[in-house]
Structures are given as C-alpha cells and as structure tokens.
Nanobody, 114 residues
Framework: QVQLVESGGGLVQPGGSLRLSCVAS????????LSWVRRVPGKGLEWVSH????????VYSDSVKGRFTISRDNSKNTVYLQMNSLKPEDTAVYHC???????WGQGTQVTVSS
C-alpha cells in the first residue's frame, strides 16, 4: 500500500530555514506527481506546492513563492521542501500528498517562533 513518511520539521526562528523530506513507497514514484500541503489549526488545509513526475515543473502558492523550493530525487523515492525565510504564519503540520489519491503522510510539525 501507499506509504508517505515526512520528516525534517522542528522549531525555528523567523527568518530561518528547514528542509522537509517525504519518503514514499507502494507506488511507481517516478510516474507520480506529488504535493506538499499544510494544516494550520483553525484554518484547515492549505496547498503549498506541487512537482510533476519528472521534477522539471513546480508550482507554488502565492504565500510561499520565492521562499520555498520543492524538489525530488526519483532514485531515492523522496520529495523535498526547502523552506527559507520562514515566517510565523508558516507554522503548520506539513503533509506530502500523492496527487490523484487519498494518500497522505502523517505530517511533520513546523513551528516558526522566536
């Protein structure tokens, strides 16, 4: 079955950086588009970024554009989210999502606070 396991979250000061990872299994990773979404308490789910199967096309929400970078390594079945210039409003649980499925990872908590 599909498994998505996120890691890399933590507590960081405003302006800091984190890199999230999502290791996938149970499907043909190199054929799949993947997204990062985040869940903010009281605000629901917010789509953050998407990368296509080849890794040559990425799109971002306006709230993270220019600060976050999504990438993937198909040889490692892993998708990444590099997050720079973090802001308190980026605080959320970040999940990776297999596009076109109901499969989500358990999430990794990111807290941006001084």
């Amino acid at each position: 079955q599909v498994q998505l396991v996120e890691s890399g979250g933590g507590l960081v000061q405003p302006g800091g950086s984190l890199r999230l990872s999502c290791v996938a299994s149970g499907f043909i990773f190199s054929s799949a588009g993947l997204s990062w979404v985040r869940r903010v308490p009281g605000k629901g789910l917010e789509w953050v970024s998407h990368i296509n199967s080849r890794g040559d096309t990425a799109v971002y929400s306006d709230s993270v554009k220019g600060r976050f970078t999504i990438s993937r390594d198909n040889s490692k079945n892993t998708v990444y989210l590099q997050m720079n210039s973090l802001k308190p409003e980026d605080t959320a649980v970040y999940h990776c999502h297999l596009v076109g499925s109901n499969s989500w990872g358990q999430g990794t908590q990111v807290t941006v606070s001084s």
